[in-house]
């Protein structure tokens, strides 16, 4: 829920309420983020964003001392806050930036947990930048946190950016805080090979002009790169690796601070395991927006070989999305009231194969879903012209071996009967390059929470 500064004032709380201020703020996955934090640490309370102009800070922050116990701010908000606080935490101070605010006993006090969300990130995927050399593009309110964090685990930190002379700016600025760290300038051109971590504050590569990209390319050690960016869910910084090259976008720093502001506010803990089901939820709500405003729809379809685990994973990607998920075979069976082997034997293949067309014209028709396909499914263009109608039709590439342990005890494949691991891979060969060719996204992935990742970051 966003507010207007008129329904602001006119909000009466009914049970503890929390804010997010920010000028524009249309597009916040704030609310969401926070209801779901809410409801995993039994908390009864509100968030809302509210529009705030850059003029009417002071009177927002006013009333939300009568109003609320505590509030988030982001842009242009968290340095201006500060004229309206009664105490700043002393990172905070340093960093120049407030994101988190707790109302305690008339007094406002606050923090910055952003640079708690970058920390814990890389804690999450067990980098250590003790000892490394780590490349900060930018020089933004966003780059000051990580390199300072960076800085202060002791990386050998180099800022770059299309202007030097704001990046010397910040690096005076960072010595002066942490005079005892390496803290350098350089041009992207000039950037060590043995740099091991790069990270992003830059908003290069943000939906829409997602082409955007700091650097045109990555030092040749690069193991990490981290962008606070995480729409696209995959950016152009982090297409720039290779596949030795570990990535991740700007969503777990969004729960991650968003976990910690929860934690000052109301004292709630939460475990990596709670964590990742918010993101993946996140990550869900992010996708089905990018289907909507760049795709024009509103469907994912999966397709690919019999055992690639499109049920199992289609049934995972609804739950997050929160939406209906519908197996196409199971569609089918309910549909004719038979079992896919009994059809086969009846009409053969060719005449399942009609009657698979005829559940997908009726399937295209839904909005919404989740739908795992059947393995022969796209063998017929017209069946994917229907899917892609209303979907986006992605590929899941699994493995042949993990394909194999999948149908190792299946009996019920029409297709299988004999030699069934021979007939598989000479099946597996045929079909791998159709649906490549049907499909407009390909993943890759041994586990199944490896897999629904990939999904999401590929829309």
Same mark, same amino acid.
């Given at each position: ?17 929390? #804010?997010?201020?920010?000028? =524009? ?5 704030? =609310? ?93 995927? $067990? ?59 350089? =041009? ?20 829409? $002009? ?22 696209? =869910? ?23 601070? #968003? ?117 022969? #499914? ?82």
């Amino acid at each position: 829920m966003i507010l207007t500064m008129d329904e602001f004032r006119a909000y009466q709380p009914s049970r503890t309420t929390f #804010a997010l201020f920010g000028h =524009p703020i249309a597009h916040t996955m704030s =609310p969401e983020l926070h209801a779901s934090l809410f409801r995993i640490s039994g908390q009864n309370c509100d968030y809302f964003a509210v529009d705030v102009p850059p003029e009417q800070l002071g009177e927002a922050m006013q009333i939300a001392r009568e109003k609320c116990k505590g509030l988030n701010l982001t842009i242009p908000h968290k340095h201006a806050v500060f004229d309206h606080l009664d105490a700043v935490d002393e990172t905070a101070r340093d960093l120049g930036s407030v994101n988190t605010v707790l109302f305690n006993e008339g007094e406002a006090i606050g923090y910055n947990t952003d640079i708690l969300g970058f920390s814990g990130s890389l804690e999450f995927d $067990h980098i250590n930048p003790e000892g490394k050399i780590a490349v900060v593009c930018g020089y933004g309110g966003v780059s000051r946190v990580m390199a300072y964090h960076l800085a202060a685990a002791d990386a050998k930190v180099i800022l770059t950016g299309r202007n030097l002379g704001k990046a010397k700016t910040l690096r005076n600025e960072l010595r002066e805080m942490l005079p005892d760290k390496d803290i350098e300038i350089m =041009p992207d051109t000039q950037l060590p090979r043995a740099a091991e971590i790069v990270v992003n504050g830059t908003p290069l590569g943000m939906y829409p $002009h997602e082409e955007g990209c700091p650097l045109e390319k990555l030092p040749q050690h690069t193991k990490y790169v981290f962008d606070a960016v995480y729409n696209p =869910p995959k950016t152009s910084i982090m297409k720039l690796g290779g596949r030795d090259v570990r990535t991740r976008n700007g969503l777990l720093m969004l729960v991650q601070q #968003a976990a910690y502001a929860e934690t000052i506010w109301l004292g709630t803990q939460f475990d990596n395991n709670s964590l990742n089901g918010v993101l993946r939820r996140l990550a869900g709500e992010m996708a089905r927006k990018r289907l909507h405003d760049i795709y024009g729809k509103s469907n994912i379809v999966l397709c690919g070989f019999m055992g690639s685990g499109k049920t199992t994973i289609g049934r995972k990607l609804a739950r997050a999305l929160d939406c209906e998920f519908i197996d196409a075979d199971h569609y089918l069976e309910a549909r004719e009231g038979k079992r896919i082997s009994q059809i086969f034997d009846e009409v053969g293949e060719s005449g399942f194969r009609d009657i698979e067309t005829d559940c997908a014209r009726e399937l295209a028709e839904k909005q919404g879903c989740v739908i795992a396909l059947g393995g022969g #499914a796209v063998l017929r263009a017209e069946n994917v012209a229907l899917y892609k109608k209303n979907g986006i039709l992605i590929h899941l590439n699994t493995p042949f071996y993990r394909i194999v342990q999948n149908l190792s005890r299946d009996t019920s494949r029409p297709l299988l009967q004999g030699d069934k691991e021979k007939q598989t891979r000479t099946l597996y060969q045929k079909r791998k390059p159709i649906y490549r060719a049907a499909a407009d996204r390909s993943v890759t992935g041994t586990r199944i929470s490896e897999l629904v990742d990939a999904v999401f970051a590929s829309i």
